[in-house]
Nanobody
Framework: QVQVVESGGGLVQPGGSLRLSCKASANIRAINYMAWYRQVPGNQRTLVALIIDGGTTRYADFVKGRFTISRDTANNTVYLQMNNLKPEDTAVYYC?????????????WGQGTQVTVSS
């Protein structure tokens, strides 16, 4: 049973834009944290942006001013609007969904979506 599904990746030229989407299954209740991470081969998975209950957001320094995270709470969906993309943004982007730790499981990952920025 697929729990978290990302979409929206692809190939884009430098300076271009992409919008990633991540939908969590409706049976995942009480989500209080949704985030995007990215990973390139040989490196650790790195936080890109997060949004928590109440709408508070946080961004990695390398995307501030270019990326925007937003959430559709009613539909268990989180978005990442990526503008002014750079070649160094090329990575597999993963969605991470969490809920309070007394739930089992409390954390879910998507399968990842490839973003390639190249001319």
């Amino acid at each position: 049973q697929v729990q978290v599904v990302e979409s929206g990746g692809g190939l884009v030229q430098p300076g271009g834009s992409l919008r990633l989407s991540c939908k969590a299954s409706a049976n995942i209740r009480a989500i209080n944290y949704m985030a995007w991470y990215r990973q390139v081969p040989g490196n650790q998975r790195t936080l890109v942006a997060l949004i928590i209950d109440g709408g508070t957001t946080r961004y990695a320094d390398f995307v501030k001013g270019r990326f925007t995270i937003s959430r559709d709470t009613a539909n268990n969906t989180v978005y990442l609007q990526m503008n002014n993309l750079k070649p160094e943004d090329t990575a597999v982007y993963y969605c991470n969904v969490r809920r309070p730790r007394f739930f089992t499981p409390f954390e879910y990952w998507g399968q990842g979506t490839q973003v390639t920025v190249s001319s």
